[in-house]
């Protein structure tokens, strides 16, 4: 068998020997060329070292190939023999290397990749420390502004805090978890009755008149931590009631705990006043309706009894029984018809004719009329009526009739003493748009339940027979259609000495004429209704 030539073989071994060569540091030198441009790119420094290792390997297995063909070529066979164990041991060497890099290249990108993550999250880092460096130094650089701006509106807020805390015209107060109040406004202390600036150590219980309306108190604001428009009656400084609108809110520390409350208080006396007289007031027209009602319907069949009565006594003789009879019959049938004209004037069913007048004329002539009776009782009268009074319009003979109601009672409260006093006495008020009448008894004086129901229609602590108890209701009424009112003060306090002293005072109060009215008489018809 003829061998074939190995010409074609050798030459292309040593070719691709030469040509592994070239690209291997063509390669090793563009991974050069881009480590030059990006120093920091781990993949690009990773590649150039690759492609060391696999020039070197290159090299090293190209130049084992072409030394053993020259070898072979120049007859050298023994030679080779000797150096092809080291080429080869040489280039396995290498090609472990070129294996352990290729190996190790994904664990070198995993590791990269990790680290780019961490520089960029580094980096996002560092931009928002210097975004926030900036805003430091921007707001330290501001920050004398900012503490100045923030210090007025804190002084604006606590400055307003201050004027409604001052300037209300309601309590406003704090008390502390214990209940104890450590502060309040001067109208809080006004409405109490304490002096304006006096600390005084109160408690709530203390100011509370009911303690089921404390303890309802108490209850609302440990579990809803606010009480809304809450009606509670207050006790004053010296006793007295008072009747006040309380809101108020829970205080908590930033724990949570309880550390107190605070709260506004709306007196309602006034209120509660105004709403009683003016129940009163439409009772006592409903009274005066009926009363109205009662006394026409009573008046004739009186008449007719009266006149009748009167009849018969023309024809019985007087000293006979049947005589006395009649007379029992007329003078009661008159009673009658005075208990029914003391309806008609409590239901304001009779006409008035106005006038000015001089309440000292008044009082002088009904003085005149009432002096010889109280004296038999040891009533001594002392007068003293204001020489410059002024003038008032009014209807004469109903002012009359309140002065002697006024003094009968006066008189009845000292009936059974061995001696009294009565003081009547007028004068102008302050301001000189009233006109003031007392009459003031050193009677025994009345109780708080007599007192507020002297008033009214039917009520009388007069014995049956000496009164209806329509007297001072009728006094009322004909001073409120005057456009006045009617003080009562019992027991008495003495504004000279400041001493309270016993007996009951009247005060009539009615309003004067203008001056440009003086002198022209106001003298009308006029049919009112007591309300």
């Known amino acids: 068998m003829n061998s074939l030539p190995m010409f074609p073989t050798d030459f292309t071994d040593m070719a691709g020997s030469l040509i592994i060569i070239v690209f291997s540091f063509l390669s090793l030198q563009y991974a050069y060329l881009l480590t030059k441009k990006q120093p920091d790119n781990f993949l690009w420094g990773f590649l150039f070292y690759f492609c060391m290792t696999l020039a070197a390997f290159a090299v090293s297995r190209a130049m084992g190939h072409l030394v053993k063909q020259v070898l072979l070529i120049s007859g050298n066979t023994e030679q080779w023999k000797t150096l092809a164990p080291l080429a080869g041991g040489f280039n396995t060497l290498l090609m472990t290397s070129l294996a352990a890099v290729t190996i190790y290249y994904h664990k070198g990108i995993e590791g990269y990749r990790a680290i780019e993550e961490k520089a960029k999250s580094l980096k996002a880092a560092n931009k928002e420390l210097q975004q926030t460096g900036s805003k430091l130094h921007e707001m330290n650089a501001h920050l004398e502004e900012m503490v100045e701006n923030r210090t007025k509106e804190l002084s604006a807020s606590e400055k307003k805090f201050r004027n409604f805390f001052i300037n209300s015209k309601d309590m406003v107060y704090f008390c502390d ?3 104890r109040l450590v502060n309040m406004n001067a109208s809080g202390l006004e409405m109490l009755g304490y002096a304006f600036g006096e600390p005084p150590r109160l408690e709530l219980h203390n100011i509370f008149y009911n303690e089921d309306a404390l303890d309802a108190y ?4 440990l579990t809803r931590g606010f009480v809304e428009d809450l009606e ?8 007295s009631i008072i009747y006040v609108l309380l809101s108020a809110n829970a205080i908590h520390n930033e724990d949570g705990e309880f550390t107190g409350c605070e709260g506004i208080a709306k007196d309602l006396t006034r209120l509660k006043t105004m709403m009683a007289q003016l129940a009163a007031s439409e009772k006592m027209a409903s009274i005066g309706q009926m009363a109205a009602g009662v006394a026409h319907e009573i008046n004739t069949p009186l008449g007719v009894i009266l006149g009748y009565a009167q009849l018969l006594k023309d024809d019985f003789p007087a000293d006979t029984e049947v005589g006395e009879s009649l007379k029992a019959i007329e003078r009661q049938t008159k009673a009658c018809q005075k208990i029914v004209f003391d309806l008609l004037n409590f239901s304001r069913q009779s006409e008035s004719s ?3 007048t001089s309440l000292n004329k008044i009082i002088s002539e009904v003085i005149a009329v009432t002096e010889h009776s109280l004296s038999m009782d040891h009533i001594t009268i002392h007068k003293s009526l204001a020489p410059n009074l002024d003038t008032v319009t009014a209807d004469t003979e109903k002012l009359r009739q309140v002065f002697i109601n006024l003094i009968n009672n ?3 409260a000292m009936e059974d003493m061995t001696s009294g006093d009565l003081y009547i006495s007028t004068r102008n008020s302050n301001d000189s748009k009233e006109v003031i009448a007392t009459f003031r008894d050193t009677g025994h004086g009345m109780t708080d339940a007599i007192r507020q129901n002297i008033f009214e229609p039917f009520f009388t602590t007069k014995p049956v027979g000496k009164g209806t108890g329509l007297g001072l209701s009728v006094s009322y009424g004909i001073i409120e259609e005057l456009e006045g009112k009617i003080d ?6 003495e504004t000279e000495s400041g001493d309270t002293t016993p007996g009951t005072a009247f005060h009539v109060i009615l309003p004067v004429v203008p001056k440009k009215q003086h002198g022209i ?3 009308h018809s006029e049919t009112g209704r007591f309300r």
């Open 218 to 221: 108490f209850e609302e604001i």
């Open 177 to 179: 978890a214990d209940n």
């Open 232 to 239: 509670v009656e207050f006790k004053k400084a010296d006793g």
């Open 521 to 523: 008489t106001a003298s």
């Open 410 to 412: 006066a008189h009845y």
């Open 354 to 356: 106005r006038e000015d």
């Open 488 to 493: 009562v003060e019992s027991p008495v306090i």
